[in-house]
């Protein structure tokens, strides 16, 4: 029998899947939108908002609503060898490869640049970010509980600023919102969807959210319908608070050209906002509070990845990953925020797909019978177009010509393919195979049915 939860207990989890996604980079990428989508803001935060909330929220309730125990058991339904390979390729995408540099880098932007312009920005993002990563490192190899009391501090004072901030942009604009810049000219929804991929908060759902469906259980909901609606209700709290902030970063983002310029990333937006409105102090605590929240969720992202390659190879210690991922991280920091966000893009355009696609196959496999070869089959055809629009991506972020074969694949899959010149190339497809496959599954008999059976 489930335990009847109140609104507390689902404002408790909610905050808690609030505090999850909302990494202090998401900062930077609704401020960005904002400049470059200018009078088209509106319509490309609803795009953003999809992929940016949407589809986290979705990720966590596939894995509770499939009753698997993390994202390699659910990725295993396509074959156990692709699992591994996918879930290690996620936990490196919002780990050491991307997102772990990144905080560095964002508290670099947002609490030290302003702060020394005119000074040497190489050497000092390399002082920074060494001592950024030692005190990550530090607190990586002896996990505390006070890394989660700093959290739970910073998740409201975070809040409480970007609140005030926001207001003041509310009632006092910066300045009148200008026209939509690049991609947002043409198609403002459609670029915000994938301006949603930079988040990267839809791969973490699937590595974070069961520590959500864990904490629901915690609370006396064991069955699989009663954790399934407690984590749904828990996640409209979540949506709104997220939904909330980014479109009001946005709108500041928006109503900032005028004053600050058009700028490469969303971090110089925040913090110049916080000087146009609060001056040296508003920068200050503004700096403070990202710097802190950047390293506690530094801290969570070693621990995840230093855990699971360490449950990978038991053979090489756990200190040791921390060390290798640290040390790694702090060397792609140095690259600068603009150079990671321009390289992550590729493996995003690649990873997204794949994972939109992993989360609707687990809504639907009652459907089909759970039946393997439906899970292979959309997930074989969405990585052939996913693989080259990251491989397409990544020639035109490093201004490299496409090879001939290449070319022609692109070519090929732009003629015949909706929505590929938008980026979403594989969506058509891999419906129409889950489809077509899924009706044969529901003809055939259950043999190559995956057990849903909760192993834990």
């Avoid at 207990?9 to 909302?22: D, E, K, P, V």
């Avoid at 990202?290 to 449950?311: E, Q, S, Y």
């Amino acid at each position: 029998m489930d335990t009847n939860l109140n609104f507390k207990s689902y404002l408790i989890i909610g905050m808690m899947l609030f505090a999850l996604f909302f990494g202090a980079g998401n900062l930077i990428f609704p401020a960005q939108l904002g400049q470059y989508a200018g009078t088209e803001v509106g319509i490309a935060i609803i795009g953003f908002l999809i992929t940016g909330v949407g589809l986290p929220l979705l990720g966590i309730l596939a894995l509770g609503y499939s009753k698997s125990n993390d994202l390699r058991d659910l990725s295993s339904r396509v074959h156990p060898l692709y699992g591994l390979i996918f879930t290690s390729l996620l936990y490196l995408t919002i780990g050491p490869f991307f997102a772990l540099p990144r905080t560095a880098a964002v508290a670099y932007e947002i609490g030290i640049a302003p702060f020394t312009a005119g000074s040497s920005e190489s050497t000092i993002l390399l002082v920074f970010s060494i001592i950024f990563f030692a005190v990550a490192l530090s607190l990586s190899l002896n996990p505390l509980e006070i890394v989660n009391k700093i959290g739970k501090f910073l998740s409201p004072a975070i809040l409480l600023t970007l609140a005030v901030l926001l207001v003041a942009a509310a009632v006092m604009p910066m300045g009148s919102i200008n026209a939509p810049q690049g991609n947002y000219l043409d198609s403002p929804f459609l670029t915000g969807f994938l301006e949603g991929y930079n988040t990267m908060d839809a791969l973490a759902s699937l590595v974070f959210g069961i520590i959500v469906i864990a904490a629901v259980r915690k609370l006396g909901v064991t069955s699989a319908k009663g954790v399934l609606s407690a984590t749904l209700k828990s996640s409209v709290i979540a949506a709104a608070l997220l939904a909330t902030v980014y479109t009001g970063i946005a709108y500041l983002g928006a109503t900032s050209t005028n004053t600050l310029g058009l700028l490469d990333t969303g971090g110089p937006v925040l913090s110049g906002a916080s000087s146009h409105y609060f001056g040296t102090f508003g920068m200050l605590l503004l700096a403070v509070i990202i710097t802190l929240a950047c390293l506690t969720t530094a801290v969570g992202l070693i621990v995840a990845n230093a855990g699971f390659f360490n449950k990978l190879t038991p053979i090489i210690n756990y200190k040791i990953y921390v060390v290798i991922f640290s040390v790694f991280s702090l060397v792609v920091t140095n690259a600068g925020l603009a150079n990671i966000i321009a390289f992550s893009i590729p493996v995003l355009m690649f990873l997204y797909p794949l994972a939109i696609v992993l989360i609707m196959l687990a809504f639907l496999s009652p459907l089909f019978k759970h039946r393997r070869f439906v899970y292979a089959a959309a997930i074989i055809v969405t990585f052939f177009i996913a693989l080259i629009d990251g491989m397409k991506t990544l020639t035109a972020s490093i201004n490299l010509e496409n090879p001939r074969w290449l070319q022609a694949i692109i070519d090929f899959y732009d003629a015949i393919l909706p929505l590929y010149s938008e980026g979403l190339g594989w969506l058509l497809p891999a419906i129409v195979t889950i489809l077509i496959a899924g009706i044969i599954a529901r003809l055939s008999g259950g043999e190559g049915t995956i057990s849903t059976e909760n192993r834990n």
